[in-house]
């Protein structure tokens, strides 16, 4: 492979970093950018990982899967806005409240999450979306949203309950089931009356040594 295909496969790579965090909300691991980039072996995957690292473009954090961060290019500020529960729902006295003083301000690369605008970050609480690669202590950075399809993972505010939640949405005949990503969880099922989406997740956040 000449230098200039080597450059051209790790802008592949790369690229498909990017989309693959913005799309899912987590990072993808080297069978997903094997298969995505249509790489001949995770070695060669690995090699551009490497390479990549070391121009500062990603840190990993060893021996930890999925633990790809684009730290290239920190140019945008994202209000911390509290907490979000990944588990039991939190009770909060409004939901507007979440946007009236900002924890922290946290600098975000565009690589990271984008050109979207409208965004906030609030840190999880609890373990229901392990299966998800959100932890407990992470941050999820979420665009403010109303709407959001099946399959999303939302930050969802129950009306009735005062109570505000991080799952995945699907709709179903009468009803919304909020979905955790934790076998051992069971589902929510809510009416859609009182459910109101808050936002979505565009990417996540975890401190290295988490």
């Excluded at 200039?4 to 790579?13: F, I, K, P, S, Y």
């Excluded at 070695?43 to 551009?48: D, E, P, R, S, V």
């Excluded at 089931?177 to 989406?197: F, G, K, M, S």
């Amino acid at each position: 492979m000449t230098r200039g295909e080597a450059n051209r496969t790790r802008d592949r790579v790369l690229k498909f970093i990017r989309s693959f965090i913005a799309d899912k909300g987590y990072s993808p691991s080297v069978s997903d950018i094997v298969d995505g980039c249509k790489l001949s072996s995770p070695n060669l995957a690995q090699y551009h990982l490497n390479v990549l690292e070391r121009e500062g473009v990603l840190k990993r954090t060893p021996g930890v899967f999925r633990s790809i961060q684009l730290v290239q290019g920190a140019n945008t500020e994202v209000p911390l806005l509290g907490t979000i529960a990944a588990g039991s729902p939190i009770p909060v006295p409004e939901s507007d409240n979440w946007a009236m003083n900002a924890d922290e301000v946290l600098g975000l690369s565009r690589d990271l999450i984008g050109d979207e605008e409208g965004l906030f970050a609030l840190r999880v609480r609890g373990r229901s979306m392990i299966d998800a690669c959100i932890m407990d202590g992470d941050i999820v950075v979420m665009q403010a949203t109303q709407s959001a399809q099946d399959g999303d993972m939302v930050a969802v505010w129950l009306k009735d309950e005062h109570e505000v939640t991080l799952k995945r949405i699907y709709r179903e005949e009468g009803r919304i089931r909020l979905q955790p990503a934790n076998r051992q969880i069971e589902p929510l099922y809510v009416d859609p009356a009182n459910v109101e989406v808050q936002g979505k997740v565009v990417a996540v956040i975890r401190k290295l040594g988490h």
